[in-house]
Each structure stands twice: as C-alpha cells, then as structure tokens.
C-alpha cells in the first residue's frame, strides 16, 4: 500500500516517529530493516549532543513522558547514514538556532541520496528554548528565512512538524503564518509539552531533567492528535498531513485516515516494542480494510 508526498515514496504509510529508536547506526539499520514505510531519524543538531542529564524516558500502559533534551550524534552523521538507508530516508532537522538550521539543511542538499526533511518546531524539551511553533510573532519570518536561503524544493518532501493546539483560533494562527510557504507535508503531533507525572509512593516526579516536567505521549494523548490531524485537514484540504499521538494499533491508524492523515508515525509503541510493531499494526490496518471491503487508502472517507 504505497504512498508518495511529493517525490518521497513511502512502501507503507506507517513510519517511525522521530525521537525513539533512531538515533544511532544500529537504530537506522533495524528500521531499515523493518516494515516501517521510511526510515525517520532522530531530530539533529549542528553538534553532537548528550541530551539532559538523569532518567529521562518513563511509561506505564497509557502514557510516556520524555525529557530527553535532543540526545543525537550531530547532522553530520545523519547525513553519512543516507549512503546505508537504502530505502526512504526522512532526516528530522532540529537545529538550535536557525543559522544552525540552514546550515544543516544546505549539507543535507549537497547529499548524493535525495532525502526528505522534517523541520521539527516543536521540541518541548531543551532547557532555555521554548517551542518555536508556539511562537507566532516569530514563526512566519522564520520559515520565511528558511526558504529564502535553502532550495528547499529540491528535497524529496519538506515537513513541518509541529506541537499539539487546543484552540481554533491557535490553528488559525497557524495557518496564516505557514500556508504561504510550499510546505509538502504537517506532521502533528509532537508530544504534549510539559506534562507532569509524580510517584505519589516515592513522592518524586518519574523523571528527573526540569524538575519532572516532559513531553506526554500514548494513548491517552490519541484524541489530541486526532483533532490536530483533523483541524488542519480541514485548513489545508490539498496538504499531506502525517498524523502522530497514540497510535497502538490497526484501528487506531485507521482513525488516522478517518480524521484526514495521508500516513502515521509510532512513537511511543514503537518505544515499547521495537520494529516489529510495524508489521503487526500494518496487519492489524489491513484486516480492518478487509473487513470493510476497502481496497485502498482513497476508499477511506475523511470524516466532514
Ligand atoms: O529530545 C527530546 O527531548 C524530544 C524532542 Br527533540 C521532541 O521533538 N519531542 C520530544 O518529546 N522530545
């Protein structure tokens, strides 16, 4: 079941998120390896980073919460790894400043493999920065920077990946500062920033970076996702949008595709699971077509 967001052909329309399980060789490797429809890399910045310092990652059944602080081997390395991906390779750009961020988009045109770019605005984690999507005084001129200086048409796709908004008038917003630029796709949504979970036994949050504070994911944030996916759908009829937040199994990909996404990432199951969840959550989602009698993605009717 292949899609294509511009010139970025995706075997199935079910990928990694960035953030988990892909930050090194190994991790780009085994998703290489894997049924994921491309292979999506951990979010980069100009330098090598280690990421926040302490327990970091915590789950239980419904939730995740990260602080993770951009932990990544540096753009260098994520350019090397496209000679090795041999199938779509999805590079995440979270450069720190946006000087760092041309610059890391400049190499990565320079690249032998073409490569898609998902430009992440909504890092909720890295201590002093806030996420630059919720800034609307700035995100307009940036992007406006952004095209004038990269020849971003030249990638096989270029994405936006944006936090999560709670109210119409914040989508809005959004769409008047970014519907100008030829943007190909919207990923949506990171996760759920500076959410909270404390032990009440040890009377500690389950994370130690901020004082607890970190980015929410799983199921529970599934309805968060489903109504960014549907909300800038409906903003952005002809725009494809990559929907995140939840996903466990066939039939929430399904409601995915029922609230306007054209593919779907896995963060947090993907956390818990490793790369076999692709294959099951793809069998899952095609035993649901079947059930349906639905032949292919454009039987699936956006709900109005
Ligand atoms: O590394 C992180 O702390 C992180 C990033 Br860059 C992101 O985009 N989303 C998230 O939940 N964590």
Partial sequence: MKIKIKD??????????SGPRCTTEKDLLDLEDSLSGAVVSKSCTLEKREGNKGKRYWDCETLSINSMGLPNLGFE???EMSKKVKKSYIISVGGLSLEDNVTILNHFLTLEKKVGIE???SCPNVIGKGQLAYDFDCLEGYLTEIFQRVNISKFLAFGIKLPPYFELTHYVGVYMKISKFPIDFITCINSVGNG???D????????????GIGGLGGSIIKPVGLSN?????????KMDII???GIETGKD??????AGASAVQIGTQFHKEGTGCFKRIYEEFLEIMKSKNYKSLSDIKTIP
């Fill in 8 to 17: 970025l052909e995706l075997e199935i329309p079910i990928l990694n998120a």
């Fill in 77 to 79: 390395f994520y350019g």
């Fill in 119 to 121: 430009l992440n605005l």
């Fill in 196 to 198: 909270l979970v404390i």
């Fill in 200 to 211: 009440y036994e040890r009377e500690k949050p389950v994370i130690e970076p901020k004082n």
């Fill in 229 to 237: 996916v549907y909300n800038f759908k409906k903003l952005f009829p």
């Fill in 243 to 245: 929907g995140c937040g």
């Fill in 253 to 258: 990909v399904f409601e995915y595709f029922l």
